[in-house]
């Protein structure tokens, strides 16, 4: 393990999700310039994941969701890069920063924290015409995506089966974030075009919707999205994807210009790039939140394998919920690695989930208590301006907007099928004219 340097160590933490952001924020708080703290990552910003379904249903402005990492996390350097490799024993990690240019920072306490990515399925033509939902590019292209394919097809100039086809959308996976792009979708394209409402299928291997949550949840999305007209088909997954639109393995062809990928999401591939030990893709820790045989070295979030307590046996899930508070714990850990406290293992039991189905709507289990319609409604926003580590003020505004004031159907086209490919280890990052293009990284 790297010694200290006489002055003050350095903490460097790479990638400020729901669990980097939050070890930046408590180190910088439990710390208080008794050390050296870096973040590294690809934006400026900490991305509130949960509400990005709303930036692409044009509820949200883009804004609302992110919260500056700078000006919400006094102490801490923030170096803007993609990490591309960690050398252990050297103590450093190389970075690509967002010119090209290459760089390397050395840590006396490393906490990674890279999170997740889309994940990828061996079904032809996926790679090639879907598009994922991981980041803001792909938010702010769907959402230009959607209002385009509304108003080519409102034309009138294309054949009856071409209108149809750019009226229908294709979501595959009936998760958390898929179930809510479906139903914030639908209530978008309504609100585009009444008249001639747009067709929105959901498709999900499982015999459910919100497999991984409580089945009254499941019971209830699935009640909510067919009532508004989303054609959900539990059972059922996609055999190929071409540019003409979907096949399932039912056999049916579904015309269409729209496929969302929303099928989960898998570790980010940088941890298993360092030769230890990981649990499906995810680098396994102690509960402490340390990396075995290297104690200088902390990871949590979507990318660690941390074992879960208050299940033997089982490691936690990949949700936002545990990535927060891991982060926490992390930080508090690393701090008394430094002599600033007395390590804790990880524990956390679920508070319960949330998901917001648009309007009124929205599913919910607060403490294990189920809730359905506006009550859940209005317990998932509470919630979500709680959990937010800012705009709360303008996120309420939005929301207050859009329920007395009609969505702007405006297209901007700043981010275009091109710059978001679905097969990219950088979600957060779209490629640009004469930039560096965004590495994918394949299993």
């Given at each position: 393990m790297?010694?200290?340097?006489?002055?003050?160590?350095?903490?460097?933490?790479v990638g400020a999700g729901f669990a980097g952001y939050q070890a930046a924020r408590t180190l910088s708080r439990r710390m208080r310039g008794r050390a050296r703290i870096t973040l590294l990552n690809p934006t400026d910003y900490f991305?509130?994941?949960?509400?990005?379904?709303?930036?692409?249903?044009?509820?949200?402005?883009?804004?609302?969701?992110?919260?500056?990492?700078?000006?919400?996390?006094?102490?801490?350097?923030?170096?803007?890069?993609?990490?591309?490799?960690?050398?252990?024993?050297?103590?450093?990690?190389?970075?690509?920063g967002p010119e090209g240019n290459a760089g390397e920072l050395g840590y006396d306490r490393l906490v990674l924290a890279v999170g997740s990515v889309n994940k990828l399925l061996p079904v032809p033509g996926v790679s090639e015409h879907a598009h994922g939902f991981r980041g803001m590019p792909e938010a702010l292209y769907l959402r230009d995506h959607i209002t385009r394919q509304m108003e080519l097809a409102a034309q009138g100039t294309d054949?009856?089966?071409?209108?149809?086809?750019?009226?229908?959308?294709?979501?595959?996976?009936?998760?958390?974030?898929?179930?809510?792009?479906?139903?914030?979708?639908?209530?978008?394209?309504?609100?585009?075009?009444?008249?001639?409402?747009?067709?929105?299928?959901?498709?999900?291997?499982?015999?459910?919707?919100?497999?991984?949550?409580?089945?009254?949840?499941?019971?209830?999305?699935?009640?909510?999205?067919?009532?508004?007209?989303?054609?959900?088909?539990?059972?059922?997954?996609?055999?190929?994807?071409?540019?003409?639109?979907?096949?399932?393995?039912?056999?049916?062809?579904?015309?269409?210009?729209?496929?969302?990928?929303?099928?989960?999401?898998?570790?980010?591939?940088?941890?298993?790039?360092?030769?230890?030990?990981?649990?499906?893709?995810?680098?396994?820790?102690?509960?402490?939140?340390?990396?075995?045989?290297?104690?200088?070295?902390?990871?949590?979030?979507?990318?660690?394998?941390?074992?879960?307590?208050?299940?033997?046996?089982?490691?936690?899930?990949?949700?936002?919920?545990?990535?927060?508070?891991?982060?926490?714990?992390?930080?508090?850990?690393?701090?008394a690695s430094l002599g600033h406290g007395e390590q804790q293992p990880y524990k956390h039991n679920d508070l319960g989930f949330v998901v917001d189905l648009g309007g009124v709507q929205a599913a919910a289990n607060p403490l294990g208590m189920p809730l359905s319609g506006p009550i859940a409604g209005a317990v998932t926003r509470g919630y979500h301006l709680a959990a937010m580590p800012g705009n709360r003020v303008r996120v309420a505004a939005d929301w207050l907007l859009d329920a007395v004031l009609p969505r702007q159907g405006v297209q901007l086209g700043l981010v275009r099928s091109w710059s978001v490919p679905l097969d990219t280890e950088t979600p957060e990052l779209a490629r640009v004219p004469g930039g560096p293009a965004p590495t994918t990284r394949k299993d």
């Open positions: 790297t010694t200290p340097t006489p002055d003050r160590p350095r903490i460097l933490i991305l509130y994941l949960p509400l990005l379904p709303q930036v692409s249903a044009g509820i949200l402005e883009p804004r609302r969701v992110t919260v500056s990492l700078s000006g919400t996390l006094p102490g801490v350097r923030l170096v803007l890069g993609e990490a591309e490799r960690v050398d252990l024993d050297a103590s450093k990690v190389h970075y690509t054949t009856l089966q071409e209108q149809g086809a750019r009226r229908t959308f294709v979501v595959v996976g009936g998760g958390y974030t898929g179930t809510e792009v479906a139903a914030q979708g639908k209530l978008f394209t309504d609100a585009l075009d009444r008249r001639r409402p747009a067709r929105w299928v959901l498709l999900d291997i499982a015999d459910r919707l919100l497999p991984e949550l409580d089945r009254r949840m499941s019971t209830t999305a699935g009640r909510v999205l067919r009532r508004r007209g989303v054609d959900v088909r539990t059972g059922t997954s996609v055999k190929e994807a071409t540019e003409d639109g979907v096949l399932l393995d039912d056999g049916e062809f579904i015309p269409t210009r729209t496929l969302i990928w929303c099928v989960g999401v898998r570790p980010d591939p940088l941890v298993s790039e360092l030769g230890l030990s990981v649990e499906r893709g995810r680098l396994l820790v102690e509960p402490q939140l340390s990396v075995p045989g290297r104690p200088e070295v902390f990871a949590c979030g979507d990318a660690a394998a941390v074992p879960d307590l208050t299940k033997p046996g089982e490691f936690t899930p990949m949700t936002a919920q545990h990535a927060a508070r891991q982060g926490k714990r992390a930080a508090l850990n690393v701090a």
